[in-house]
């Protein structure tokens, strides 16, 4: 299976600070890297497909970039809305695996 | 707008069979476009794949739960169903359908943009 790695596992920040979490696989998964947002008793929310896509719907502060076996979220400003757990998840291989998560506060 | 739900038991016993079943609506589960899938997650813990279902039944299982896993689809009710044999606790989760979709070309995204709502399931006795 494909290990994916996120860092941090948490990470406290200010309303408006541009925030990256970061995910790497075991693998080069080229670009097969999706991250969603999700928070507490609700199902998952696709934020970024392909490494770098925005999803429907999604606000364009949120950006996804890297390729291979390391990739970035990027929130651009942080908003309260945004706290949350994010996942990043591979699909070059299955099974499909995802990250730990990164759990987002506000200060 | 396609939504999802899940039902079944909350509570199963040890051994026993864990059944679910997704309801889709707002569109066809017989798309060629489309396939279903399962995840769970664990009390205060990541997600999980299952395995996943198209419309004419063929599938693809999570080699960790392969041995205890079937899952089905039913067209004319527009649904799709897990069932997982031989429960422990360590298969308590919330439980989550999905839909993932098919590129024109043919080719499987592994990326979920609906998702039911979940369902918590407990194994105990």
């Not at chain 2, 707002?26 to 299952?50: C, D, M, N, T, V």
Request: overall charge neutral; proline content about 5%.
């Amino acid at each position: 299976d494909i290990q994916m790695t996120q860092s941090p596992s948490s990470l406290s920040a200010f309303v408006g600070d541009r925030v990256t979490l970061a995910c790497q696989a075991s693998h080069d998964i080229t670009n097969y890297l999706n991250w969603y947002q999700q928070k507490p008793g609700k199902a998952p929310k696709l934020l970024i497909y392909d490494a770098s896509n925005l999803a429907t719907g999604v606000p364009s502060r949120f950006t996804g970039g890297g390729s291979g076996t390391h990739f970035t979220l990027t929130i651009g400003s942080l908003q309260p809305e945004d706290i949350a757990t994010y996942y990043c998840q591979q699909y070059e291989n299955l099974p499909f695996t995802f990250g730990q998560g990164t759990r987002l506060e506000i200060k | 707008q396609v939504q999802l739900q899940e039902s079944g038991p909350g509570l199963v016993q040890p051994s026993q069979t864990l059944s679910l079943t997704c309801t889709v609506s707002g569109g066809s589960i017989s798309s060629a476009g489309h396939y279903w899938s399962w995840f769970r997650q664990h009390p205060g813990k990541g997600l999980e794949w299952i395995g996943y279902i198209y419309h004419t039944g063929r599938s693809e299982y999570n080699p960790s739960l392969k041995s205890r896993l079937t899952l089905s689809v039913d067209t004319s009710k527009n649904q799709f169903s897990l069932n997982l044999s031989s429960v422990t606790a360590a298969d308590t989760a919330v439980y989550y359908c999905a839909r993932g979709g098919i590129s024109p070309s043919g080719i499987l995204t592994g990326y979920f943009h609906y998702w039911g709502q979940g369902t918590l399931v407990t194994v105990s006795s």
